[in-house]
């Protein structure tokens, strides 16, 4: 089936420090792959995706490269941001399908 | 524009109540979904409108719950009677398109406690 496993949390860290969240997928059906964001009390955002192998997505100053070598997509910021605590998911979706499918969540804070 | 949002944003009630929730999607997106996060879990599909027409409702638990699209506007999804497992996070989406490469917008999310 469909499946992705993101690195549990939560995690904590200071201001301008480094972010790594894993993130691997199963490989059937071409997935397109994506992180959603949530901040607190808001809904889930898009934050970056990437629809092929060796794509990448960027935005806000994270980014993600959808490796099939590895079926991975981890999500990296080099330096975060207090505004950048909130939980991440990462997902999938098959070619010409639409139910995307979820991994458990990282909860990140960043402390000042 | 507005974006997709969702009443309540929180629900108490007791086992064996009836609970209703709303999503009204961005408009004129013909594409709603439902989808739940039960206890910090995944986050899990549970059925895709077209319009006013449910496309796949492969994804919900049990016929204690109904979703409904009257008009092929807002959605309606009940849980009757609530169960406690029933108690999670409940997000609403909308697309433009149907299709992998069409973006799903989400809503808030409506909070269900059952005790």
């Known amino acids: 089936g469909d499946s992705v496993t993101q690195m549990e949390g939560p995690v904590t860290l200071s201001e301008e420090a480094f972010l790594t969240i894993n993130c691997t997928y199963t490989?059937?059906?071409?997935?397109?792959l994506f992180w959603y964001v949530q901040y607190p009390g808001e809904g889930l955002q898009l934050l970056l995706k990437a629809t092929k192998a060796d794509d990448k997505g960027s935005n806000k100053g994270f980014e993600a490269t959808y490796r099939k070598e590895t079926t991975s997509f981890h999500l990296e910021k080099g330096s975060v941001q207090v505004s950048d605590s909130a939980v991440y998911f990462c997902a999938r979706i098959r070619s010409n399908d639409y139910k995307l499918s979820f991994g458990a969540g990282t909860t990140v804070t960043v402390r000042a | 524009e507005a974006g997709v949002t969702q009443f309540p944003s929180h629900s108490v009630i007791e086992k064996g109540q009836t609970v209703t929730l709303r999503c009204d999607p961005i408009s004129g997106h013909d594409n709603l979904y439902w989808y739940r996060r039960v206890m910090g879990k995944e986050i899990k599909f549970l059925l895709h409108f077209v319009k006013e027409s449910k496309q796949d409702e492969s994804g919900m638990p049990n016929n204690r719950f109904l979703a409904e699209r009257t008009g092929g506007t807002y959605s309606t999804l009940k849980v009757q009677p609530a169960e406690l497992e029933d108690s999670g996070v409940y997000f609403c989406?909308?697309?433009?398109?149907?299709?992998?490469?069409?973006?799903?917008?989400f809503g808030p999310g409506t909070r269900l406690t059952v005790l």
């Open positions: 989406a909308s697309s433009q398109r149907t299709g992998s490469g069409d973006t799903q917008y």
């Open positions: 490989a059937t059906g071409y997935p397109s």
